[in-house]
């Protein structure tokens, strides 16, 4: 069994920052990419970035140069800092960690709870 716990969300005035945190616990072998999504209300879920166990990174466009997700790979857990944050930022986010299991045979994709971010003034 494979959990993942996100924290770091709230209100924040637009122009603000925020840092979400991820953290995967359970029976891992192994935790290949990781990422972060968001869904604003009335709307589709949506990748905002991801990142590889090697580093390498990708971005929504409308996050892009604001938004920086980085891992530690020793602590399980992936982090999303997120600068210049606009209204249109308002959504709860989600990582996502494709984990494969002690003694598993696949890779799959494994969900957080979800973090609210609500950027007003």
């Known amino acids: 069994q494979v959990q993942l716990v996100e924290s770091g969300g709230g209100l924040v005035q637009p122009g603000g920052s925020l840092t979400l945190s991820c953290a995967a616990s359970?029976?891992?072998?192994?935790?290949?990419?990781m990422g972060w999504y968001r869904q604003a209300p009335g709307k589709q879920r949506e990748l905002v970035a991801l990142i590889t166990k090697g580093g390498s990174a990708n971005y929504a466009d409308s996050v892009q140069g604001r938004f920086a997700i980085s891992r530690d790979n020793a602590k399980n857990t992936v982090y999303l800092r997120m600068n210049s944050l606009r209204p249109d930022d308002t959504a709860l986010y989600y990582c996502?960690?494709?984990?494969?299991?002690?003694?598993?045979?696949?890779?799959?994709?494994?969900w957080g709870q979800g973090t609210q971010v609500t950027v007003s003034s």
């Open positions: 996502r960690a494709d984990i494969k299991e002690v003694g598993g045979t696949w890779t799959t994709p494994n």
């Open positions: 359970g029976s891992i072998f192994g935790i290949y990419d």
